[in-house]
């Protein structure tokens, strides 16, 4: 059984019925705005919450650009759910379109941030010469382990930082 994408056109006449359930598979950090209406179940955490999408509604999935969305039929396919669509071209052509959204609270992705923070850090650094270089250059290092490694440790604590809450 193949996917099924759907244009724009195609889920705006979906979503304005009452049996359809949209769902965003994209995470937290990417979530500035979404489909009004859409539940948040990242591609990542999907399978450990089928249960919270019904199986008679009709499911309409979105992510960015609409290769997670695919993913997620996919294993929502393999969960025997029946009818669910992928959204071609996801939340941007979705908004290209004009149609209803919502805004989240505003806040920079947790990767910028660290982006930013080891940037500052480094500057600073070097502006202060010996011995201080060598803290810029730690906070180098822990970001040529968070690169190799796949584990940030100044992005776990940027998470926990009150204005990172949601």
Do not use: H
């Amino acid at each position: 059984m193949v996917i099924k994408e759907i244009s724009v056109k195609q889920a705006k006449k979906m979503y304005y019925k009452k049996d359809t359930v949209v769902i965003d598979v994209r995470t937290k950090d990417e979530l500035s705005v979404k489909i009004k209406g859409a539940i948040n179940i990242p591609l990542d955490q999907l399978q450990y919450k089928l249960a919270k999408i019904p199986r008679d509604k009709t499911i309409l999935v979105n992510c960015n650009s609409g290769i997670r969305s695919n993913q997620a039929c996919q294993m929502l396919r393999d969960a025997n759910f029946k009818n669910m669509y992928s959204l071609k071209g996801g939340i941007q052509a979705w908004q290209k379109a004009n149609l209803p959204i919502e805004s989240s609270k505003k806040r920079l992705p947790i990767m910028r941030q660290v982006q930013i923070m080891v940037g500052s850090v480094f500057i600073i650094t070097s502006i202060l010469g010996k011995p201080w270089v060598y803290l810029g250059t730690l906070f180098g290092a822990g970001l040529l382990f968070a690169g190799l490694s796949g584990w940030c440790g100044m992005a776990k604590l940027l998470e926990i930082m009150p204005w990172n809450k949601s």
